[in-house]
């Protein structure tokens, strides 16, 4: 049986995997088709490519983009794009920079906390990577600020001081139109209980494609409630593990466990092909 997963992340964002270790990882796992959906880069993805012929895994452009809405930030997740659109690749370079000038904001706020840490360490830490707070968060832990990532989380960076910075993140509308014209697909990022159903209403009327309604976060029960939306209105279904990897133990509990049935994904990229049609006439 074909079984997808169109939300992973590798080291090229917060994933602990190389791009290749986790194409590995997910045909032995029995994925059929997969999606890296780093933060805000493709460079995984490209990564992965020559690997996904190499093991015979189908690998759909894809990335989670952090954008603005309401004074908030959501994910979206893109998917079926040209990589190679400058618009977008555009997008991608002020979302890097977004990233580090809102680490710089983060470190200033834990400084001011008698935290004594420095950019560059979170940086160097990253090793290349598209920096987010969970290299902040492995950093806090190497010096003894937090027992592991969900008390440094807890702790530090999902609180009001650093959640209220203000960051230079695309405007939600932005980045859907810019994923659009690139002739890919938007859906938004696991909803679960992030936002209520007039929100969801109002992204559908900015020109969301889809929603992400299978997601380790989601029950059985929101699952439903989201896939039932998402038909009623016309979406596409998407869903994936959100897998970051577990460098640490041979246990993953969710890759290959939470997966997408691939009708949902030959329906994304019917609708990505309609799109590039229309583009290029
Ligand atoms: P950022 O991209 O900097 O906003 O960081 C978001 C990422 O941090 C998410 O994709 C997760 O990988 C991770 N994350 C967010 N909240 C938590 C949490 N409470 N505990 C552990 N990891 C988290
Ligand atoms: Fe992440
Ligand atoms: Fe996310
Ligand atoms: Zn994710």
Redesign the pocket.
């Known amino acids: 049986m074909s079984r997808a997963d169109l939300h992973t ?1 590798t080291k090229a ?2 994933g602990e995997l190389t791009a290749k270790e986790l194409l590995k990882k997910a045909k032995s796992k029995g994925l059929t088709t997969l999606a890296i959906t780093d ?2 880069t493709i460079d995984g993805y490209l990564e992965g490519l020559k690997e996904s012929e190499r093991v015979g895994i189908e690998l759909i452009p894809g990335v ?1 983009l ?1 954008t603005l809405w309401n004074n908030r ?1 959501i ?1 979206l997740l893109a998917y079926g794009f040209d990589p190679e659109n400058s618009d977008l690749n555009y997008l991608l370079i002020r979302q890097k920079r977004a ?1 580090k000038l ?1 680490m710089h904001k983060i470190v200033q706020v834990l400084n001011k906390q008698g935290v004594e840490v420095d950019y560059d360490e979170i940086m160097a830490y990253a090793r290349g990577a598209n ?7 492995a950093v806090l832990i190497k010096k003894g600020y937090a027992a592991n ?2 008390d ?3 702790r530090y ?2 609180k009001k001081d650093i959640m209220n910075i203000p960051t230079e993140f695309a405007d939600v509308d932005s980045a859907i139109r810019i994923i659009k014209k690139a002739g890919g697909v938007v859906s938004i990022a696991h909803p679960g209980p992030m936002y209520s159903t007039d929100e969801i209403k109002e992204l559908i009327l900015l020109g969301i494609d889809g929603i992400e309604c299978i997601h380790p976060s989601h029950n059985f029960n929101v699952q439903k409630v989201f896939t039932a939306l998402a038909k009623s209105m016309n979406l596409l279904i998407t869903g994936g593990s ?1 897998y ?1 990897g577990s460098p640490k133990s041979e246990y993953d509990p969710y890759l290959g466990v939470v997966t997408l049935g691939i009708q949902h994904v030959e329906a994304l990229k019917r609708t990505c092909k309609n799109r590039r049609s229309l583009i290029s006439n």
């Open positions: 992340h964002s917060d933060h805000d989670e952090t930030e994910h990233r809102r920096i987010g707070r969970p290299h902040a968060a990532v969900a440094a989380f807890i960076l999902a959100d970051h």
